[in-house]
């Protein structure tokens, strides 16, 4: 079974500066999705970011990136120069290609320290 | 385009009440998933539908779950009989089709607290 791991229950950051969360997940398969979604204290969920495990290269999205290593299972994700507004629960999932169901990482609670 | 629209935020039933949760896709969206969010935690998957059509509930409690889409309306997840181990988060997504490139959409949520 597919299982999605963070193992950073928390992470602060002072403002401006660059943090990263990590991600590792368990998979069998060699065609999936992985995302990393925002969870503000309004609760919705928001998509910061995805990468197809077909594409080598990294995805990014202005101050967000991610580090995909496959072979090694990590998805990790790097906020560059941190705002207040990042301050969030921070989720990993992960898609198979041939199913529509997310699996869920526990969550990591970002703060950012002005 | 408005969002995926859930109502109420915020239900408070007591012990033994029935719960009803709506969801209304974003527009041209006709698949909807329900996940459900219990405290300090991810998501779990409940239920996946189509118009009219049940495609996969393997994550739905077999008893006192069921959840409907109909040709008109939103989707419904519908509680009977809460108990205090219902109080959760219950989020509900949409995509355009039944096996999108990757993104959900998703509502912001009913917080269901049963006393």
């Known amino acids: 079974a597919q299982t999605v791991t963070q193992s950073q229950p928390e992470m602060s950051v002072q403002e401006a500066e660059t943090v990263t969360l990590s991600c590792t997940y368990d998979t069998s398969e060699s065609d999936y999705y992985l995302f990393w979604y925002k969870q503000p204290p309004s609760r919705q969920m928001i998509l910061v970011i995805r990468q197809e495990a077909y594409k080598q290269q990294n995805a990014t999205e202005n101050r967000f990136s991610v580090n995909f290593q496959k072979a090694a299972k990590s998805f990790s994700l790097k906020i560059s120069d941190s705002q207040l507004g990042d301050a969030a629960m921070y989720f990993c999932?992960?898609?198979?290609?041939?199913?529509?169901?997310?699996?869920w990482g526990a969550g990591t609670k970002l703060i950012i320290k002005p | 385009n408005a969002g995926v629209m859930q109502n109420p935020r915020h239900l408070v039933r007591r012990r033994g009440q029935e719960a009803r949760l709506r969801c209304s896709p974003m527009k041209g969206h006709s698949h909807v998933y329900w996940y459900r969010q219990l405290p300090e935690e991810g998501l779990k998957f409940m239920v996946y539908l189509q118009k009219e059509n049940i495609i996969d509930e393997s994550g739905m409690p077999k008893e006192r779950f069921s959840a409907e889409f109909p040709k008109e309306g939103p989707s419904i997840l519908r509680i009977q009989q809460v108990v205090r181990g219902d109080s959760a988060a219950y989020f509900c997504a949409s995509s355009p089709r039944a096996s999108p490139t990757g993104e959900l959409f998703f509502g912001e949520g009913s917080r269901l607290t049963v006393l």
């Open positions: 999932a992960y898609r198979m290609d041939s199913n529509y169901q997310l699996i």
